[in-house]
C-alpha cells in the first residue's frame, strides 16, 4: 500500500517561516499529483497548494505570494515552504497525493501536522 509521511510542523511566530515535507513510500506505478490542506479547528478541510508531477501548480488565494511548492519527482517528496505566516495559517495540514496504484489514480492522505502561528 501507499503511506504518506509527513514532517515539519511546529510552532512558529507570526512573520515566521515553516517547511513541510511529505514522502511517499510502497508499491506503485506513478505519483500524477502531489499537495497539502489544512483543517482548522470546526471547519472543513481545504486545499493550500498542489503540484503535478508536469510541474504544474496551484496556490489558495490566502497563500499566493507566501507559500511556494516543489515535487521532487526522484525521492516522491513534496515539500511545502510556508512564508510570512499569519495566525489564521493555523491548522492540521495533510498531505494529499494521487498515486497510481492500479492503472487508476486514487487518492491517499497523511496522518495529518499540526502548524500553529503565535507569539
Known amino acids: 500500500q501507499v503511506q504518506l509521511v509527513e514532517s515539519g510542523g511546529g510552532l512558529v511566530q507570526p512573520g515566521g517561516s515553516l517547511r513541510l515535507s511529505c514522502a511517499a513510500s510502497?508499491?506503485?506505478?506513478?505519483?500524477?499529483?502531489m499537495g497539502w490542506y489544512l483543517q482548522a479547528p470546526g471547519k472543513e478541510r481545504e486545499l493550500v497548494a498542489s503540484?503535478?508531477?508536469?510541474?504544474?501548480?496551484y496556490f489558495a488565494d490566502s497563500v499566493k505570494g507566501r507559500f511556494t511548492i516543489s515535487l521532487d519527482n526522484a525521492k516522491n517528496t513534496v515539500n511545502l515552504q510556508m512564508n510570512s505566516l499569519k495566525p489564521e495559517d493555523t491548522a492540521v495540514y495533510y498531505c494529499?497525493?494521487?498515486?497510481?496504484?492500479?492503472?487508476?489514480?486514487?487518492?491517499?492522505w497523511g496522518q495529518g501536522t499540526q502548524v500553529t502561528v503565535s507569539s
Open positions: 510502497g508499491r506503485f506505478f506513478s505519483i500524477g499529483l
Open positions: 494529499h497525493a494521487r498515486v497510481a496504484v492500479t492503472p487508476n489514480y486514487d487518492a491517499y
Open positions: 503540484i503535478t508531477s508536469g510541474g504544474r501548480t
